[in-house]
């Protein structure tokens, strides 16, 4: 299993550009999520799925979208880049049955706002 | 509000010392605690998690529901515990795979 992936692993965009942040799982997890880490806020939500079909916003959903379409796949658009927006995200997803609440990490897109 | 709070940025010991991590957290209702570790160039991994009461590379962390902790604790530090520590909270019996997590403690641990 690859687990969690994601790409880019780096990405510069100009401010007002957009773009999708790719996010895949093979774990068959009803659960995903996108968060993003910055210097002394920890790992802030931003949006996440508990299923196919199903979405709903997190601390921080102003400026990305997402959808999921698959169980598997869990796009984050952002829509008008904006240097608020530098930061590095990471997915995440886990499963809902009892063998708990651990999510799996992806290794994280760094992206840049210019 | 539900909130996370890890008090230190950076806890700096020598190899063989005692290392506490503190998290304390603000929830109403029963939560789970977790702690994940970010070891550089990884990517963020579970821990452990307070319902298993496990103890994981020598770690342990032991949930005070008086005092609202759950701080991480381990009797020798070892170089190869420099890592980025998460205190994180999940909703307990409403699992939706949301955690809000701490601000983070670096653990910077020298020869």
């Known amino acids: 299993n690859a687990g969690v992936t994601q790409t880019p692993k780096f990405q510069v965009l100009k401010t007002g550009q957009s773009m999708t942040l790719q996010c895949a799982q093979d774990?068959?997890?009803?659960?995903m999520s996108w968060y993003r880490q910055d210097p002394g806020m920890g790992l802030r939500l931003i949006h996440y799925?508990?299923?196919?079909?199903?979405?709903d916003q997190g601390e921080v959903p102003n400026g990305y979208n997402v959808s999921r379409s698959t169980t598997e796949d869990f796009p984050l658009r952002l829509l008008s880049a904006a240097p608020s927006q530098t930061s590095v995200y990471f997915c995440?997803?886990?499963?809902?049955?009892?063998?708990?609440?651990?999510?799996?990490f992806g290794p994280g897109t760094r992206l840049t706002v210019t | 509000a539900q909130r996370v709070t890890q008090p230190e940025k950076l806890l700096s010991v020598f190899k063989g010392a005692p290392v506490e991590l503190k998290c304390n957290y603000s929830?109403?209702?029963?939560?789970?605690l977790f702690w994940y570790v970010q070891y550089s160039r990884q990517r963020l991994q579970l821990l452990l998690r307070?319902?298993s009461r496990e103890s994981i590379k020598g770690f342990t962390a032991d949930l005070n529901k008086g005092e609202t902790s759950f701080h991480l604790k381990k009797p020798f530090a070892q170089e190869e515990d420099s890592a980025m520590y998460y205190c994180?909270?999940?909703?307990?019996?409403?699992?939706?795979?949301?955690?809000?997590f701490g601000q983070g403690t670096t653990l910077q641990v020298k020869p």
């Open positions: 929830y109403s209702g029963s939560p789970e």
């Open positions: 799925s508990v299923g196919a079909g199903i979405t």
């Open positions: 774990m068959n997890h009803e659960y």
């Open positions: 995440a997803s886990s499963s809902a049955g009892t063998s708990g609440y651990e999510q799996y």
């Open positions: 307070h319902i």
């Open positions: 994180a909270l999940s909703h307990g019996s409403s699992n939706t795979g949301k955690l809000i």
